[in-house]
């Protein structure tokens, strides 16, 4: 009897002290789990934060880069200015050499105007008052607008809006913006007579407008660099067109597509989500 209790206790004491030793293991392990929780979180801190300062210093980079260039391009204009506006000192010029000087002054202060206002759209971060816009009324703005340029260079600009109603968020003055760069690109395409048309439709839930003009066309390299700052293949061209009407279809959630060919033309592929009519939202 006394055997078996002795027998008893020393089982229990060598329960005890494996659960004792068991204990403490899950103890140590919970510290080490509890170690690689908070290793795993400041890893994961760690990532994000460098993370966050690579965009900042690829936003600081661009931002750079660009008022760099910018300052060189505006430079010119300038210096071109300076020189006709010191010839137009001399008082021996005739009537006509003054006003093609004057001319020539105007174009260039023009395209300065022009490359600033392109910067600093591009280097404002994000569309600030976004509101439901009807893509319809806006294209028929656009064509108004685009109108007589289009005439005098022998461009018809046709319509084609396929019944509905094209609700989307966006801002006004931006859109416009972006839309008249790239048909006015479409314009300057056109070596002679031509058209462009700009077509609206809906295409899987989305808004899709299809602007297409018949002019010189794209080589697949101009493909590629089309929408990279200081892309141009015209004389007087900033370059910057294509990289701020990108920039803009894209800070509204939009996405471009481009298809051209050399000689036949090009089309622009462009859709926006779809809003409801009373989102009322003004971001
Ligand atoms: N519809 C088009 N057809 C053919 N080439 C185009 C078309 N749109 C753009 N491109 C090409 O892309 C280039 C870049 O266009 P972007 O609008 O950015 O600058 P740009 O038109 O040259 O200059 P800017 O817009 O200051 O007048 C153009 O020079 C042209 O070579
Ligand atoms: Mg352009």
Do not use: W
């Amino acid at each position: 009897m006394a055997a078996i209790a002795f027998l008893a206790i020393l089982i229990a004491i060598i329960i005890f002290l494996k659960n004792r030793n068991l204990n403490k293991r899950t103890q140590e392990l919970n510290t080490v789990n509890n170690l690689l929780i908070i290793e795993n979180e400041n890893h994961e801190k760690t990532v994000q934060n460098l993370q966050e300062e690579l965009n900042k210093l690829t936003q600081i980079k661009t931002v750079s880069e660009i008022a760099a260039s910018i300052s060189h391009e505006v430079r010119n204009p300038l210096t071109v200015t300076r020189g006709f506006t010191q010839l137009l000192k001399d008082g021996s010029l005739s009537d006509e050499q003054r006003n093609q000087y004057i001319k020539l002054s105007l174009e260039e202060l023009d395209r300065a105007e022009r490359i600033i206002c392109d910067y600093l759209n591009f280097a404002k971060p994000s569309i600030e008052n976004k509101e439901v816009l009807h893509l319809n009324n806006e294209i028929e703005y656009i064509v108004q607008v685009i109108n007589p340029y289009a005439t005098m260079n022998s461009i018809a600009v046709e319509v084609n809006i396929e019944d509905c109603q094209y609700t989307i968020l966006g801002e006004k003055q931006k859109l416009h913006q972006s839309l008249l760069n790239i048909v006015k690109n479409g314009i300057e395409a056109i070596e002679k007579k031509g058209n462009i048309i700009i077509q609206l439709k809906q295409c899987n839930g989305k808004a899709q407008l299809i602007i297409t003009d018949n002019g010189k066309g794209m080589s697949d390299e101009q493909i590629k660099n089309i929408g990279t700052p200081y892309f141009s293949t015209k004389d007087k061209g900033t370059g910057l067109g294509t990289m701020v009407a990108f920039n803009i279809i894209k800070e509204m959630q939009g996405e471009y597509n481009i298809e051209s060919q050399i000689g036949k033309g090009t089309t622009f592929f462009i859709t926006f989500p779809l809003v409801e009519e009373n989102s009322n939202i003004k971001v």
